[in-house]
C-alpha cells in the first residue's frame, strides 16, 4: 500500500470506532437465572410444562424475610413492626402476594357458621400465650413461616415473574431500605431476583478490574519487552479498538453483557497483545539485523500474514465450538468472542503496518546484550532438547499417566451460591434462613397415577400419597411440603372446629367428595389448581431444601427412588422431580456431554487449518499432540485439587486448546519456511527454534499474566477459568518447545 492508502486506513478504522460509541451507549447488563437452561432439553420442556400445568410460575419468584427478635417472636414491639412491613411490602409495584403471621387468619366452622380470627392478636398481649399454643401446635403454620427455634419469623413475599434489572434492584432496594428502618435484631433477606441482582452489580465491578489489571500487564509487559512508550501507546490503542468493535456488536444484538461476556474485554485484550507482539517481534529482529524500514515492514507482514491469521482463526474456532452447547449464554460467549478474536486480528494487522508505514519514527530495537541473553538461552533450550530426547519423551508418558490417574478423579458438582463471593452478605442470609428455617432451594416434584380409572381424589390414592410425602420429609429431610393433602387435611381441621387433632386426612370417601366440592367453591381453588391436574391424574407436591451440591441431591433422588420402589408405588405410580433448581444442576452436565463434540469439532477444525498450511497430515497429526497433552495435564490438576466440572469449568478445554495452538502454527510456519532454503531437517529445526522461540515465550508469558489477572474476579467459576486457562497455556509452551520438535525430528528423520 502506499502512503496515501495506509492514511486510509487509518481514517476507516478510526472512523468506524467513532461510530461504534452510538451503540455502545446502549449496552446493558443483565443475569437471568432462567436463561442457563439448556435450550431444547427434554427436562427442561418437562419443567416448562408442569408450570402451565400447575401455574407455578409465581413460586419461583418468592422474596424470603425472615426476621428474629432475641427477646422472642411474642414482643408487641416486635410484632408491629413486622405487621407495618407486611403491609408496607404488599403495597409495593411489582408484588403478587404475601404471606405472614401478621395478615393470616385462623379459619374453623362453629354451629354451620365460618369464622376467621387473626393468628397472632397483635395489640392484644394478654392474647399471646393463647396464640402462641394455637400457632406451635399448627403444622401447616409452624413449618411455613416460624423458624425451628420458634425466634424468628418469616414473610414471604411474591413478585412478579420477568422483571427487569431496574425493576428488581427497586424493588429489593425499597424492601432494604424499610427493612433498616424497622430496625430489627436481625433480617435477612433471600430471593431469586437479589441472587439475580448481584450477579449484575458483581459484573460490572469485575470489568471494571478486569481492565485494569489487564491495561497494567500489558503497559509492564510492553515497556519490558521493547522499552519503548510508543510501541505501548500503538498496543493500547490497537487493543482499545478492538474492544470497543466488540463490546458495540454486542449492543447492536441486543444481547447483554452477563458473567460469561464480562470477561470478553480482558481476554480479548490480551488474546489481541499475541498477535501484536509476534508483528513486534519480527520487525524489531529484521531492523536489528540492519534491514531498512520499508524491506523490514514488507518481510514482517508477507511472512507473518497467513500464521497471524491462521492462529487468529484457531482462536476463534475454540470459542466458536462453544456455540454447539444447547446453554445461550455460553453460546453467545463463544459466537461473540470468536468474532471478536477476528477483529483484533483485522486492527492489529491493518492498523499496525499501516501506521509503521506512514510514521516517521522506527520502531524500537532491543540492545545487543538483550539479544544475547535471548540467544543464550534459546541455545542452551534447544541444545537441552536435543540431548534429552529419550528422557524428556519418558517424562512426558509419565506425566500423562499421572494426569490420567487424576482424570478418572474429576466430578460433575457444583452449587448456585458457590460463585457468589464469599465476602457477600448474600451468602449471609442465605446460611441464617438455611439454619433457622428449612432451606432455600425449591423442591417440586409430579406424581402421575397409573391407571386411567382410578383418581387421585380416591382416599385410598391419598393414604398413599401420604406415605410417600412421609419418605420425602423423613428421609429426604424435605420440609415445608405441600400438596393436595394441605388442602385435605385444612379442610378438615375447618369443619371439626379448628381442632388440630383433625389435621389430617377424613376418614371416608364420601367426605372427600364433600370436601373437594366445597374447595372448589371457595377462593382455595386457585390453591387446588396448582397442586391437581386438571384430569386429577397427576398431582405437584413442593418443598424447601437446603442448597445443595449436585452429587448431595444426587444422593437424596437414589435413596428416594429405593424406598419408593421398595414399597412397591412403581407399579402404581411415576413421578419426576423437577424446578428450577434441579434445571440449574443439568447445566454442567449438558456441558460435559457437549464439551467431548466440541472438542472433536476443534481437533478438526484446527487440524484442516494445518493440513492447508503445511499439505501435509503427518503435520497436522504433530500439531495437535502437544497441545492435546496440554489439555491432559490441565484435566488432571483438576482432579488433583478437587476442581469440580461444571458450568464454567467444563467451557475451558476448547478455550484453551484454541489459544495454545498458536504457538504450534506460528512455529511449523517458520519451520516450513527454513525447509524452502533447502536446510537440513537439523538445521531448519534449530533456526525455528531461535527465531520463534522468543516470541512464543513472550507471547504465553502475557497470556499467562492476562488469565491469572482473572485470579482477582470475585465469581468463583471466573477464577477457576484463570487458573486453569493459564495451566493449559503454560504446558503447551513446554510441549511446543521440547515434544514438537522431537516429533518433527523423529517424523522427518524416518
Known amino acids: 500500500m502506499n502512503k496515501k492508502h495506509n492514511h486510509i486506513v487509518i481514517y476507516v478504522i478510526l472512523f468506524i470506532t467513532l461510530l461504534c460509541f452510538i451503540p455502545l451507549s446502549h449496552l446493558k447488563f443483565d443475569f437471568a437465572l432462567d436463561q442457563m437452561f439448556p435450550i431444547h432439553d427434554p427436562d427442561v420442556t418437562y419443567y416448562e410444562d408442569f408450570q402451565r400445568k400447575f401455574h407455578t410460575d409465581i ?38 402476594k404475601v404471606y405472614s403471621l401478621t ?55 411474591f413478585n412478579q415473574p420477568w422483571l427487569t434489572h431496574l425493576q ?37 465491578k469485575n470489568i471494571k478490574i478486569y481492565l485494569l489489571v489487564s491495561i497494567l500487564i500489558v503497559v509492564l509487559a510492553l515497556y519490558f519487552i521493547f522499552k519503548s512508550w510508543n510501541a505501548i501507546i500503538i498496543s493500547l490503542i490497537i487493543i482499545f479498538i478492538s474492544n470497543i468493535w466488540s463490546l458495540a456488536i454486542i449492543s447492536i444484538s441486543g444481547y447483554p453483557v452477563d458473567v460469561l461476556t464480562s470477561l470478553l474485554p480482558p481476554v480479548l485484550s490480551i488474546i489481541c497483545m499475541s498477535n501484536i507482539i509476534h508483528l513486534f517481534t519480527k520487525y524489531n529482529t529484521l531492523l536489528s539485523l540492519g534491514t531498512s524500514k520499508e524491506d523490514a515492514l514488507t518481510r ?13 482463526l484457531t482462536t476463534a474456532v475454540g470459542f466458536f465450538t462453544l456455540s454447539i452447547t444447547d446453554i445461550l449464554p455460553i453460546r453467545t460467549f463463544g459466537i461473540f468472542m470468536g468474532i471478536g478474536v477476528l477483529l483484533s486480528f483485522v486492527v492489529s494487522y491493518f492498523f499496525l503496518q499501516s501506521y509503521y508505514h506512514i510514521t516517521t519514527e522506527p520502531a524500537p530495537i532491543q540492545h545487543n546484550k538483550h ?78 397415577l397409573l391407571n386411567t380409572n382410578d383418581s387421585l381424589v380416591n382416599l385410598e390414592r391419598l393414604r398413599e400419597v401420604e406415605v410417600i410425602q412421609g419418605i420425602l420429609h423423613d428421609s429426604l429431610n424435605i420440609a415445608c411440603i405441600i400438596s393436595p393433602l394441605s388442602l385435605y387435611k385444612g379442610t378438615n381441621k375447618v369443619f371439626h372446629g379448628g381442632d388440630q387433632a383433625f389435621f389430617s386426612l377424613p376418614s371416608s370417601q364420601d367426605q372427600i367428595n364433600d370436601y373437594t366440592l366445597k374447595i372448589n367453591q371457595t377462593q382455595y381453588r386457585d390453591e387446588w389448581l396448582r397442586y391437581y391436574a386438571e384430569d386429577l391424574k397427576s398431582l405437584r407436591i413442593s418443598g424447601k431444601l ?7 441431591f444426587e444422593g437424596l433422588s437414589h435413596r ?29 452436565y449438558s456441558l460435559t456431554t457437549n464439551l467431548l463434540n466440541g472438542l472433536i469439532i476443534a481437533f478438526i477444525l484446527i487440524g484442516l487449518i494445518g493440513y492447508y498450511m503445511m499439505k501435509s497430515y503427518r503435520m497436522v497429526v504433530i500439531s495437535l499432540i502437544p497441545n492435546f497433552l496440554a489439555l491432559l495435564i490441565m484435566a488432571g490438576i483438576m482432579g488433583l485439587l478437587g476442581i469440580h466440572l461444571k458450568a464454567d469449568t467444563a467451557v475451558i478445554f476448547s478455550i484453551s486448546f484454541g489459544i ?58 471466573t477464577f477457576y477459568i484463570g487458573l486453569l486457562i493459564s495451566i493449559s497455556l503454560f504446558f503447551a509452551l513446554i510441549l511446543n518447545l521440547t515434544i514438537l520438535p522431537i516429533l518433527i525430528w523423529y517424523f522427518y528423520k524416518n
Open 300 to 312: 514482517t507482514f508477507n511472512e507473518l500474514k497467513v500464521p497471524t491469521f491462521f492462529a487468529a
Open 59 to 96: 413460586d419461583e419468584e418468592v422474596i424470603f424475610i425472615g426476621l428474629k427478635n432475641y427477646k422472642g417472636i411474642f414482643q408487641i414491639e416486635f410484632l408491629r413492626k413486622v405487621d407495618t412491613l407486611t403491609q408496607y411490602i404488599s403495597k409495593l409495584n411489582y408484588i403478587a
Open 560 to 588: 428416594f427412588e429405593k424406598y419408593f420402589n421398595k414399597l412397591n408405588f412403581k407399579n402404581n405410580y411415576t413421578y419426576k422431580f423437577t424446578g428450577s433448581s434441579i434445571i440449574f444442576d443439568k447445566i454442567a
Open 660 to 717: 495454545a495452538v498458536d504457538n504450534t502454527i506460528h512455529f511449523l510456519n517458520r519451520f516450513k519456511l527454513e525447509l524452502k532454503l533447502d536446510l537440513t531437517i537439523s538445521n531448519a529445526l534449530r533456526r525455528t527454534f531461535l527465531e520463534v522461540g522468543r516470541p512464543m515465550m513472550i507471547t504465553t508469558l502475557i497470556l499467562l499474566l492476562g488469565f491469572l489477572s482473572l485470579l482477582t474476579s470475585s465469581f468463583g467459576g
Open 168 to 204: 428488581k434492584r427497586q424493588l429489593l432496594f425499597q424492601i432494604q431500605k424499610k427493612l433498616n428502618a424497622l430496625q430489627f435484631n436481625e433480617s435477612h433477606l433471600a430471593a431469586k431476583i437479589r441472587i439475580e441482582t448481584t450477579y449484575i452489580e458483581e459484573i460490572k
Open 546 to 552: 437446603p442448597d445443595l451440591t449436585i452429587k448431595e
Open 371 to 448: 539479544n544475547k541473553q535471548w540467544s543464550l538461552l534459546l541455545n542452551w533450550s534447544y541444545s537441552q532438547v536435543v540431548n534429552h530426547k529419550i528422557k524428556i519423551l519418558a517424562f512426558t508418558c509419565l506425566l500423562m499417566i499421572v494426569s490420567l490417574y487424576y482424570i478418572f478423579k474429576i466430578q460433575i458438582n457444583g452449587s448456585l451460591l458457590e460463585e457468589i463471593p464469599a465476602r457477600n452478605a448474600l451468602l449471609s442470609d442465605y446460611k441464617f434462613i438455611e439454619n433457622e428455617f428449612y432451606g432455600t432451594r425449591n423442591f417440586e416434584m409430579e406424581l402421575v
Open 103 to 157: 395478615n393470616s387468619s385462623f379459619i374453623s366452622l362453629h354451629n354451620g357458621t365460618f369464622s376467621a380470627a387473626p393468628l397472632i392478636h397483635i395489640n392484644q398481649p394478654d392474647q399471646y400465650q393463647a396464640d402462641s399454643i394455637l400457632l406451635f401446635n399448627s403444622e401447616e403454620y409452624r413449618q411455613l413461616l416460624i423458624s425451628k427455634k420458634g425466634n424468628s419469623i418469616a414473610i414471604a413475599a
